[in-house]
């Protein structure tokens, strides 16, 4: 399972194991707990796609371990967040436009992956839907912590939570229009070619697929 995997993601998982153990010996316990946590997320996915039977190709893993990483290790051990005005964009903004991908391979396996059967406008609109809702439900939850254990995870309060939402917006279109492209194209590039890259690792989840 792990011998699978891209080079990349293995050294970054070494990484974060190295910098955990370091920081709690040490007695840095918040750098040790994201180390640890972004550590646990990133290889997650591993085991849930056992369970569920689901093969997940080693570029997403490591697309994962990149995203992961680069939102609490540097957006929270090392304070990214505040130092770039634009990271929480860019962390908001790719992390729609995976959770958009993540929406339309869900919604295409309703349709065994026989995209003439499945309606392409219908297919972006559920997909948009479904990022959009999971970018929301993210706002509740940084609200919810920021008001029962006094963080700050919404920052400036109105201002970040509107602007998330806007990149959740602009990142969900991204993701529903790959979906829309996948289905109406012949050829894959860039973001349907990452579409077509799970479909074809699982052929038993899309049994309607024609060549």
């Known amino acids: 399972m792990f011998n699978e995997q891209t080079w990349l993601a293995r050294i970054i998982w070494g990484l974060l194991f190295i910098f955990a153990a370091a920081a709690l010996v040490t007695g840095r316990l918040y750098p040790g707990f994201l180390a640890l946590a972004t550590l646990f997320l990133s290889m997650s996915p591993l085991f849930l796609s056992r369970w569920a039977n689901v093969v997940i190709p080693p570029s997403f893993i490591a697309a994962a371990v990149l995203f992961t990483g680069a939102a609490l290790i540097l957006g929270e051990a090392y304070d990214f967040y505040d130092r770039f005005w634009w990271w929480d964009i860019a962390m908001h903004g790719s992390g729609a436009v995976g959770v958009g991908l993540i929406g339309f391979v869900l919604i295409f396996m309703m349709f065994q992956g026989d995209k003439y059967a499945a309606p392409p406008y219908a297919v972006a609109l559920f997909t ?28 400036s309060g109105l201002l970040d939570t509107m602007g998330d939402l806007i990149v959740d917006v602009i990142g969900a ?13 012949k050829q894959y590039g860039g973001l349907t070619a990452v579409i077509d890259e799970f479909v074809r690792h699982n052929p038993h989840l899309f049994r309607g697929r024609r060549k």
């Open 128 to 155: 948009f839907c479904f990022a959009l809702a999971v970018g929301a439900f993210w706002e509740i939850f940084e609200f919810t912590m920021d008001s029962l254990f006094g963080l700050n995870m919404q920052k």
């Open 173 to 185: 279109l991204v993701g529903a229009g790959a979906g829309w492209f996948y289905l109406k194209s």
